[in-house]
């Protein structure tokens, strides 16, 4: 089926949320009320009914890429034979974590059935990273990313910076992850959820972290890639990070991915509030087709509006 809008977009990209629930609670997700509630929400979808749900999906808008997401993918307890069952459909599979359990989970792996694995990365100082997490065991994370590159997996870090809490770890982060070889891309922060009305005051924007960057790297922007989410720089040196300005430089304008909620709702958009129920007819071709364009009539123009639906609700 050829699936597309007045802009020509396309969905290529499905991003499939196992789970509404984290083992981390950060400031820029949750707050201390929605955290609560929605740490009662595992996710109701099996195995099966994940596989047939992105099986149909696949079949429809011939899929390039599949990424796990969450809240916290790890937490999903059949990740494992998950991975394996997706694998057998055919789009590459990737995968977006806070890495704490992801050292135990690479090492159940064969190695090939992840493409990719993006990290949550804000901080790498401990006190910061417990004021933005409320955890304390970053070493984990470490270990997971290491662990990741061992197995030969491509990894990319993402860090969300917050004005007044972790500027200071810009540049940490970007030796860290030049010193592994690997990208980073940093995020500007969301209008999301708790934050929707209120973001301004913690917003700290794509020029701002340039200036930061600049004060130790020199480098070159680089040509950005059709739908991709960032914009890349190269230094000097030939190091690559990214930056994710959903309000400097939105991407909406060539955006091809579609979610998949945890309880089996798909969102056309971030920036929608309204869940379509793709699980009760999911045999009918003719409702799932319908059912995909509905969740396209939902995407933006040009513009990030944001949601004051949770990232752990609509899926990261």
Known sequence: MKLNDVHNRTFKTLRVSLTNTCNLACTYCVNDANYQDQAQNISILSVENLVKIISKINQTLDLQTIRLTGGEPTLYKDIIPLIKSIAQIGPKIKLTTNGFLLKNLVQKLDGNELDSINVSLDALDEDIFFKISKRRSLYKIIEGIDAALAKGIHVKLNCVVIKGVNESQILPILAFAFERKISVRFLEIMKMGHLYADAESLFFSQNDILKVINQKYTFSKMIRSDAATA??????????????????????????????????????????????????????????????????????????????????????
């Not at 190091?239 to 994710?244: E, L, T, Y």
């Not at 909406?252 to 929608?272: A, K, M, P, T, V």
């Not at 009760?280 to 364009?293: A, S």
């Open 231 to 316: 914009n890349y720089w190269q230094t000097s040196e030939g190091n690559k990070f990214g930056i994710i300005a959903n309000e400097t430089e939105p991407f909406c304008g060539d955006c091809n991915r579609l979610r998949l909620d945890s309880y089996g709702n798909i969102f056309g958009c971030l920036s929608s509030n309204t869940p379509i129920n793709i699980t009760q007819n999911i045999d009918n071709e003719v409702i799932l087709e319908q059912n995909l364009q509905n969740a396209m009539n939902q995407k933006q123009d040009y513009k990030f509006i944001g949601s004051n639906l949770s990232m752990l609700e609509i899926g990261g």
